[in-house]
């Protein structure tokens, strides 16, 4: 099979998006994509900002299914593929809007991409000693290798064919937990708890329990700062407010501990698994002090303080957040439900956790050309 290696320029039109300045924006308030709603992969919509268009801006810079959207900055590459997730979206100017030329199937040209950004392949084309951007004219010099396009839309159907599996089982994890937070909110927040028609409360905590500040039950740690170029390769989740933002190879802390988004995405809460890397966004509490219900928990609580001036978690004020303790025996009840709650979603995050080290490695093989994709198997759903 031959392959074509062009430069971007040749293969796709790409644009960045529209400047916000709110003195000068005319026209209707429309939802945009900015830097931090782009992840690899996939779009973060929960918490949209809105700009003015004028009827004149909405063609340029509106998305279309298809197009490819990526950092100018921040982490420059990171991309996902837009596939209509909201209607109406629009771009700002810190992005890159890609839409390929017929030559290229745009899920290929974001696998492109990926297998650049596994292998440091932007990293010739950044620009800035300190922090790193991606402009107009570097990308334009990205080479992108390329075969037939039917041989491009078979390649980009394996790779895709695990994301999408990834992505069902983010769904399933997503139901679960929220079934479990139903469950802690039916007994803990509204007491409607087994038994509780016999059990006195007074000022909201029933006999028995007990109101205590989250610093006293687990306190919150500072993560470590570990920048993008000083992770080495490993399979170490590397959390941030938004997640995992990467990989490493050393461990900060082990595993069974709960991360607390502190800038950025404030608030955001994760449980790892696994030995992982908190960095310096972020919050955690260590695994002797974790625990799935604990975890369950922590969603009751309000980390957003109206009092503070600029966006982020003071820890102080995180560690003060009153939180119910009941009983020992409702404790043991409720651990008893939800433990196979918990058992399912670990089993769903060790399942994606190896669907995703299968992709990692089909890519750079099927990327060069080196694999033939007839001889692939796909993925299968796992079993619940």
Same mark, same amino acid.
């Given at each position: 099979?031959?392959?074509?290696?062009?430069?971007?320029s040749?293969?796709?039109?790409?644009? %960045?998006?529209?400047?916000?300045?709110?003195a000068?924006?005319?026209?209707?308030?429309?939802?945009?994509?900015?830097?931090?709603?782009?992840?690899?992969?996939?779009?973060?919509?929960?918490?949209?900002?809105?700009?003015?268009?004028?009827?004149?801006?909405?063609?340029?810079?509106?998305?279309?299914?298809?197009?490819?959207?990526?950092?100018e900055?921040?982490?420059?590459?990171?991309?996902?593929?837009?596939?209509?997730?909201?209607?109406?979206?629009?771009?700002?100017?810190?992005? #890159?809007?890609?839409?390929p030329?017929?030559?290229?199937?745009?899920?290929?040209?974001?696998?492109?991409?990926?297998?650049?950004?596994?292998?440091?392949?932007?990293?010739?084309?950044?620009?800035g000693?300190?922090?790193k #951007?991606?402009?107009?004219?570097?990308?334009?010099?990205?080479?992108?290798?390329?075969?037939?396009?039917?041989?491009?839309?078979?390649?980009?159907?394996v790779?895709?064919?695990?994301?999408?599996?990834?992505?069902?089982?983010?769904?399933?994890?997503? %139901?679960?937990?929220?079934?479990?937070?139903?469950?802690?909110?039916?007994?803990?927040? #509204?007491?409607?708890?087994?038994?509780?028609?016999?059990?006195?409360?007074?000022?909201?905590?029933?006999?028995?329990?007990?109101?205590?500040?989250?610093?006293?039950?687990?306190?919150?740690?500072?993560?470590?700062?570990?920048?993008?170029?000083?992770?080495?390769?490993?399979?170490?989740?590397?959390?941030?407010?938004?997640?995992?933002?990467?990989? #490493?190879?050393?461990?900060?802390?082990?595993?069974?501990a709960?991360?607390?988004?502190?800038?950025?995405?404030?608030?955001?809460l994760?449980?790892?698994?696994?030995?992982?890397?908190?960095?310096?966004?972020?919050?955690?509490?260590?695994?002797?002090?974790?625990?799935?219900? %604990?975890?369950?928990?922590?969603?009751?609580?309000?980390?957003?303080?109206?009092?503070?001036?600029?966006?982020?978690?003071?820890?102080?004020?995180?560690?003060?957040?009153?939180?119910?303790?009941?009983?020992?025996?409702?404790?043991?009840?409720f651990?008893r %439900?939800?433990?196979?709650?918990?058992?399912?979603?670990?089993?769903?995050?060790?399942?994606?956790?190896?669907?995703?080290?299968?992709?990692?490695?089909?890519?750079?093989?099927?990327?060069?050309?080196?694999?033939?994709?007839?001889?692939?198997?796909?993925?299968?759903?796992?079993?619940?």
């Amino acid at each position: 099979m031959s392959w074509s290696a062009l430069p971007l320029s040749e293969v796709a039109d790409f644009a %960045l998006g529209k400047m916000l300045d709110q003195a000068k924006n005319k026209g209707d308030l429309l939802p945009y994509l900015a830097n931090i709603n782009v992840r690899w992969g996939e779009f973060e919509l929960y918490d949209l900002r809105e700009m003015r268009f004028e009827s004149r801006e909405v063609e340029r810079f509106s998305l279309k299914y298809g197009d490819i959207v990526m950092c100018e900055g921040g982490e420059p590459g990171r991309c996902a593929l837009w596939k209509d997730q909201q209607s109406s979206m629009m771009f700002q100017k810190a992005l #890159h809007r890609i839409r390929p030329n017929d030559c290229l199937d745009s899920r290929f040209l974001y696998y492109s991409f990926l297998n650049l950004r596994k292998s440091n392949g932007f990293e010739p084309y950044f620009t800035g000693a300190t922090i790193k #951007h991606l402009p107009r004219e570097q990308l334009a010099k990205v080479i992108v290798r390329f075969p037939d396009i039917k041989s491009q839309e078979a390649i980009a159907t394996v790779l895709e064919n695990y994301d999408d599996l990834i992505a069902t089982n983010q769904r399933r994890i997503a %139901l679960l937990e929220d079934a479990s937070r139903r469950l802690y909110r039916e007994w803990f927040v #509204h007491l409607r708890f087994p038994g509780h028609e016999s059990v006195p409360v007074k000022d909201g905590v029933p006999e028995g329990w007990s109101l205590k500040p989250l610093g006293e039950i687990a306190p919150l740690h500072y993560g470590k700062s570990l920048k993008a170029t000083e992770r080495k390769d490993g399979n170490v989740p590397v959390y941030g407010s938004s997640g995992i933002v990467g990989t #490493h190879n050393q461990a900060l802390v082990s595993a069974g501990a709960i991360v607390v988004g502190r800038k950025g995405n404030v608030g955001s809460l994760y449980y790892s698994q696994e030995p992982c890397f908190p960095i310096d966004t972020v919050f955690f509490i260590s695994p002797e002090k974790a625990s799935f219900r %604990l975890y369950v928990a922590l969603h009751q609580l309000n980390f957003i303080s109206s009092d503070a001036a600029v966006p982020g978690l003071n820890r102080t004020y995180a560690q003060s957040l009153p939180l119910l303790l009941p009983n020992h025996d409702l404790q043991i009840e409720f651990e008893r %439900l939800a433990t196979p709650i918990f058992e399912q979603i670990q089993g769903l995050t060790q399942y994606n956790r190896q669907l995703a080290q299968a992709r990692d490695r089909l890519l750079p093989k099927l990327m060069s050309g080196q694999l033939d994709v007839s001889d692939i198997a796909l993925p299968e759903e796992a079993v619940a």
